[in-house]
């Protein structure tokens, strides 16, 4: 079946649209500034991980998880996170998912550690957020990329 090219676009402006809100998004995490990560997420959010699955019904308790975390990767030193990118994957013209590792870095350049991450993206009126964040194992990505 051929793809018509207007769905093309579409897909490849999506795509663009996400690439620029994960970029902004890791900038702004490196601040280690949990309030500039807020506009980025969802209300309300899911994150699950190895400590389970937490709801995130509203900022305030977006910060009282993330704040912590902050906290605890400052005092390790540490500098900067980068996504390498593995996947991002339209859904539909509202959902879609990306995913990776994402790497942190200490002040000096050295890496403390790699997640791997995967986020469910909804589209909103004011953008993309994120609805659900997956940290996992840093394994290879099985789903094809649509970059």
């Known amino acids: 079946m051929r793809v ?9 402006m999506a795509n663009e649209a996400l690439n ?16 500039a990560i807020l506009p980025y997420f969802n209300e309300p959010a899911l994150l699950v ?11 305030a308790a977006l910060v009282a998880v993330f704040g ?5 990767l400052r005092a390790k030193g540490f500098g900067r996170s980068e996504l390498e990118l593995g996947y991002v994957k339209s859904l ?9 590792v994402a790497v942190r870095y200490k002040t000096d350049g050295q ?22 964040v997956i940290l996992h194992d840093p394994v290879a990505q099985s789903v094809r990329s649509e970059r």
């Open 49 to 59: 991980g190895p400590q389970g699955v937490i709801p995130i019904p509203d900022h």
């Open 92 to 100: 539909s013209s509202s959902a879609a998912l990306i995913g990776g």
């Open 68 to 72: 912590p975390v902050m906290e605890g």
């Open 4 to 12: 018509p090219a207007w769905l093309k676009h579409n897909r490849f």
């Open 20 to 35: 620029q809100v994960i970029a902004e998004y890791y900038r702004d995490f490196s601040t280690l500034n949990v309030q």
């Open 111 to 132: 890496q403390m550690e790699r997640v791997g991450i995967t986020y469910v993206l909804h589209k909103t009126a004011s953008g993309w957020k994120f609805a659900t």
